[in-house]
């Protein structure tokens, strides 16, 4: 039995090429169809439960590299200001993303304090810098080289990214520090905040399938 084809609904554009349909299992209901070539400004949808199997929008990969490079400032600036500043009988304490690692690694608790570092330093870090590491040479019409590995390590870096898992500890942790010291919000903390929305704006405008297009073309 030939597998249904994909439905495609149109946004915008035209159909400028025809490409060899490939086969696709709908990720909700599991239907084998085939998904021919998807033109920019439209998505692809199962037929059986319409379920999203691709969307293509305008300058996706210029849109993502837009907002990876303003994560990227914003992520030096979460790491190099203060965080949050305790004020208290007069005396004042800034804090910085950092401080509350370290004085978990110097209270012995290594395993949890590596855990954090690594949940909102490290991964988004990575993050960061392989997406950069794709679309910068894709922007200049070339490959990066060993796209393949590199795109894997994205793909295992995103899951590890709990920052908006450490902001909602920061929101329950206020509220009850705020009865004994007067807290004042840092640059750093309104740059954590954007860094965490413009970074899910990257992953949701990212298109990988437009990056294995380029790769096959070359």
Request: hydrophobic share 50%.
């Amino acid at each position: 039995m030939k597998p249904p084809r994909a439905r495609v609904d149109r946004i915008a554009g035209r159909m400028r090429g025809v490409t060899p349909p490939k086969l696709l299992a709908c990720p909700d209901c599991d239907l084998l169809q085939q998904v021919g070539e998807v033109p920019i400004g439209t998505s692809a949808r199962c037929p059986r439960c319409r379920s999203l199997l691709r969307k293509r929008a305008p300058r996706a990969l210029e849109r993502t590299l837009a907002y990876t490079l303003t994560a990227a400032v914003l992520f030096v600036v979460a790491n190099s200001f203060p965080f949050l500043s305790f004020e208290m009988r007069g005396e004042e304490t800034q804090t910085a993303l950092m401080t509350g690692i370290i004085d978990l690694w110097n209270q012995g608790k290594e395993e949890l304090a590596t855990v954090v570092a690594f949940t909102i330093v490290i991964a988004p870090l990575a993050q960061i810098s392989l997406l950069l590491y794709l679309l910068v040479p894709l922007q200049m019409n070339r490959l990066p080289w060993y796209l393949p590995h590199a795109f894997r390590l994205l793909r295992r870096a995103q899951p590890w990214s709990m920052m908006e898992v450490f902001m909602i500890g920061i929101l329950v942790a206020i509220p009850k520090l705020m009865g004994m010291a007067s807290i004042i919000p840092g640059l750093a903390l309104w740059a954590f905040v954007g860094l965490m929305l413009v970074l899910s704006a990257a992953n949701a405008t990212f298109d990988p399938e437009s990056v294995w297009e380029r790769h096959a073309r070359r």
